[in-house]
């Protein structure tokens, strides 16, 4: 009896000319976003690759000079553009793409490509993302808002329920038939997307990306039994695509939007210059209480204990060295506190968003896609953290070499290329994937909620429907 139902709804969208017309402009449209995203990936992930060898080739070719004139002339390490971010391009427009890393200081990423995007551009760009988040409910809500309502408007309905067809079953099966026909509607440019992973990138990043699809056809199921209890319990087909339309356009356009404005209300995030007066008052200042100058002096007597001294130049060591070491303690403990806070708040946001995503599922695939595609505010945070870490080793090592290669009253104490490859250069660690998936959690269970929701609905509205067709 479900096949049955299944196949009967599958074969009239079908025969349906509209269903035709709207598969061709889906996958124009697909086609369009795919070509255009794949290649600004390809122009993007080449020209950061040529900057990072380029900025490789400048360390290690610098020449003899001071580590600490090293240290200041510093790298800049560059974010890739990962492959799945032609799919979905996520929040990397608005991110920057570089970052200098330098003594003593802790620099924000520059190079927002929506800086150097033309004025229009800036609205927002087309994506395989956006059409599956957008539009492909669009569609599925067109296909499906007649289901039961039409039938109660011709009186069909009441004919097919008079028969005793159990109206579970035939949600069941109108589920399916609509699924089906949904799945032809998506299915060309799905295969043209992996296939275009494929032959850029190899099988490394399929894992992510039959995860990515996987929860995507978790969302269009959810829309489409949501669609089928709008239909059933609609009093007639009119009713029901209004019904659905609204519900369209407020869960994908104005509760994302009202999110991201609460967000920043509720948890403003600080303005550069005031953060800056902050970041240089602590410096200045210190921030347990005790001034740069007293850490450096108090270092000084300890060392003066430990090799029974009284003199820096009596020392084994270099204190200018020492005294580099302490600087960086004190400056990344300054920009580790202040970062947090920043941190906080742009998390603060992103758990408001969470909350209203309860109210819309695009809202949580958007997040879980995001993820998955390397283009989240997770994954920039994940690239900064990263360059910030090698910049401390990067100036640990440097330090280092002062410390216990020069003497206190030799300034022109001189490294060579040796330490500039024993130093090394940025290289961006790629993240695995059981860490972006650690960040899904609480978006899939706002997925898990909607899918109880519209099928229990939906089911019970089916159910009723034999009682009041």
Same mark, same amino acid.
């Given at each position: ?107 924000? @990423? ?7 995007? !033309?004025?229009? #551009? /800036?609205?927002?760009? $087309?994506? =395989?993302?956006? +059409? ?92 489409? @039994? ?7 319990? !609609?009093?007639? #087909? /009119?009713?029901?695509? $209004?019904? =659905?339309?609204? +519900? ?109 995503? $309860? ?111």
């Amino acid at each position: 009896m479900i096949l049955t139902i299944a196949n009967k709804e599958f074969r009239a969208i079908l025969r349906d000319g509209r269903a035709l017309y709207g598969t061709i402009v889906f996958a124009l449209l697909g086609v369009l976003a795919l070509v255009t995203g794949a290649i600004r990936f390809s122009e993007l992930d080449a020209e950061r690759l040529r900057a990072q060898e380029h900025v490789a080739e400048q360390w290690r070719a610098q020449g003899d000079k001071n580590p600490h004139s090293a240290a200041h002339y510093g790298q800049y390490a560059f974010r890739p553009a990962l492959p799945l971010a032609f799919f979905d391009p996520g929040v990397q427009a608005f991110e920057g793409v570089s970052i200098w890393l330098e003594a003593h200081k802790r620099n924000f @990423a520059t190079g927002r490509p929506a800086d150097d995007a !033309a004025p229009l #551009a /800036r609205f927002g760009e $087309l994506s =395989l993302a956006f +059409i599956y988040q957008a539009l492909l409910p669009l569609g599925i809500l067109l296909l499906a808002y007649p289901a039961f309502a039409a039938e109660r408007d011709s009186g069909t309905l009441r004919q097919l329920m008079a028969t005793g067809v159990d109206g579970r079953r035939l949600f069941v099966g109108k589920f399916i038939g609509i699924g089906a026909a949904v799945l032809v509607l998506a299915a060309p440019v799905t295969i043209l997307a992996l296939i275009a992973l494929v032959v850029a990138t190899g099988t490394r990043w399929l894992a992510h990306a039959t995860l990515l699809l996987t929860f995507y056809a978790w969302f269009a199921a959810i829309v489409l @039994a949501a669609s089928l209890w709008v239909s059933a319990v !609609a009093s007639s #087909a /009119r009713s029901a695509l $209004l019904t =659905l339309l609204a +519900i369209w356009a407020v869960a994908v356009f104005v509760l994302p939007r009202i999110a991201g404005d609460l967000g920043r209300i509720i948890a403003p995030v600080p303005g550069a210059q005031r953060l800056q007066a902050a970041i240089e008052r602590d410096l200045a200042e210190g921030i347990d209480g005790e001034s740069p100058a007293a850490k450096i002096e108090k270092r000084r007597r300890q060392l003066y204990r430990l090799y029974k001294v009284d003199d820096d130049r009596a020392l084994p060591i270099n204190m200018q060295g020492v005294i580099f070491g302490i600087q960086d303690e004190i400056s990344n403990a300054v920009y580790d506190k202040h970062f947090a806070r920043l941190q906080s708040a742009v998390d603060a946001q992103i758990d408001l968003y969470e909350i209203v995503s $309860l109210l819309s599922p695009r809202m949580a695939l958007m997040l879980v896609s995001q993820e998955l595609s390397g283009t989240s505010v997770g994954a920039q945070r994940r690239f900064a953290d990263g360059a910030e870490r090698f910049r401390r080793r990067l100036m640990a090592t440097l330090n280092a070499d002062i410390t216990l290669h020069s003497r206190n009253d030799d300034p022109a104490y001189r490294a060579g290329a040796d330490l500039w490859r024993s130093a090394g250069e940025y290289r961006y660690e790629f993240e695995p994937l059981r860490e972006a998936l650690r960040r899904c959690g609480a978006a899939a269970m706002v997925l898990l909620l909607w899918t109880l929701l519209a099928g229990a609905g939906g089911l019970l509205a089916a159910r009723r429907l034999g009682s009041n067709p």
